[in-house]
């Protein structure tokens, strides 16, 4: 089965759409790349978006707008995968959507609101599409989060050692093979939204790690930043700008300082908060994808902070970092598509595994394969 897969991350930059042929031989699921390509949010749609991210309180008018207008960019992205990545053959969208609100209060997560209306890319594709993933485990009592660990799970089954998946977003998660999973914090979120502010929003992001490289770490700030409760909180446990977010860094105490300091600060928190994330599980390797990854200065003080831990980009063993989620949920919608399960309940927190998401058909309605005999146990790429 062609598969698009569509994600927008935390850092809400653009929309990944990454193509993939995905069939079940046996006891694994094997997944032959077929590539990915961006398209950026124009600007005044990015603009709206952060205007409506927490703490800002908005009308519904404009969660109306936001969700068409996502759902007409996710639209156009899948669009273009099929027509440059699938020659037009591809049978499947998986929607990822938006996150603009993780409900999570006192250790549970009570609900969670992806925006991004699949008819847009059901009308626009003519093909069937899953979305709204992450309700379904909420509602069988799971964090809704890292939804991408199951496919973690299946693609670093059997490598030598103890090697977790770690995802630097705007949010950062890991996968232990165990099935343990959680958001270790922010990734990008509060390095991203001190750029901005500092920038009196000329810079949506520390690009390259540049001004975190030019600072100094300021260590009261630090030992602040530090102190958060939700470090200590046991897994699973998910997160998001419902807590890390521009206000969050003004209560924090950042006025007065060089931004430069305040990047470099930020980042080593980043790095110091996913390193003791990785030693808690005993991990022996790291497979790093996101856009962190991208970010030299950050990648630099993770490596020297988990000393003898191979730190690694997934581009090494054959998923491109910028596009893992997207080929993560076209894995996912496939699972859901053959009446399998998309969930690990251990790394959720759900009672039970779950087939995730709501289905809109295409326009020659809804026929879905067989449904699968049984559950793949490893995840091979082609």
């Known amino acids: 089965m062609l598969v698009i897969g569509l994600m927008s991350g935390t850092s809400y ?28 949010y124009d600007g005044a749609l990015r603009e709206l978006l952060a205007a409506a991210l927490p703490p800002a309180a908005v009308p519904l008018a404009q969660v109306c707008r936001l969700d068409t207008r996502i759902g007409q960019a996710f639209a156009a992205a ?38 991004g209306q699949p008819a847009w890319i059901a009308e626009a594709t003519g093909l069937p599409v899953v979305a709204d993933f992450r309700p379904r485990d909420v509602a069988a009592g799971g964090q809704g989060a890292p939804l ?59 690009a390259d790690g540049a001004l975190a490289a030019r600072g100094r770490v ?3 700030l630090l030992d602040r930043l530090l102190a958060e409760p939700y470090y200590a909180r046991p897994a699973p446990k998910t997160t ?52 962190g990854t991208r970010n030299p200065a950050l990648m630099a003080m993770l490596r020297h902070r988990l000393p003898g831990v191979a730190v690694r980009v997934s581009d090494a063993l054959g998923l491109p970092s910028q596009a893992k989620e997207a080929y993560a949920f076209a ?4 699972l859901t598509a053959h009446g399998l399960a998309g969930t690990e309940p251990v790394s959720t927190g759900a009672r039970h595994p779950s087939i995730l998401g709501s289905v809109t058909p295409g326009r020659d309605g809804l026929r879905l394969p067989p449904p699968a005999r049984r559950a793949p146990v490893r995840l091979e790429l082609e």
Request: overall charge negative; proline content about 4%.
């Open 13 to 40: 930059d653009a929309v990944d759409a990454a193509a993939a042929e995905l069939r079940l031989d046996g006891d694994a699921l094997v997944l032959k790349p077929l590539g990915t390509v961006s398209e950026p």
């Open 331 to 334: 894995v996912l919608g496939f």
């Open 78 to 115: 899948a669009v273009r995968a099929d027509r440059e990545l699938c020659d037009g053959r591809a049978e499947l969208v998986a929607s990822h959507g938006q996150t603009v609100y993780h409900w999570a209060d006192g250790g549970r997560v009570h609900g969670t609101l992806q925006l």
């Open 240 to 291: 998001g700008k419902e807590l890390f977010h521009s206000g969050y860094l003004r209560a924090a105490g950042v006025d007065g300082l060089p931004a430069e300091d305040v990047l470099a600060t930020l980042t080593e928190l980043t790095a110091r908060t996913v390193a003791d994330a990785v030693r808690s599980v005993g991990a022996t390797e790291v497979v790093a994808s996101g856009g």
């Open 148 to 206: 991408v660990s199951l496919v973690d799970l299946l693609w670093l089954r059997g490598r030598a050692g103890t090697p977790v998946a770690l995802n630097i977003g705007g949010i950062a998660n890991l996968t232990a093979p165990d099935g343990t999973a959680f958001d270790t914090g922010p990734g990008c979120a509060l390095t991203d939204a001190a750029a901005w502010e500092f920038s009196g929003g000329r810079l949506a992001y520390d």
């Open 218 to 220: 300021h260590g009261p």
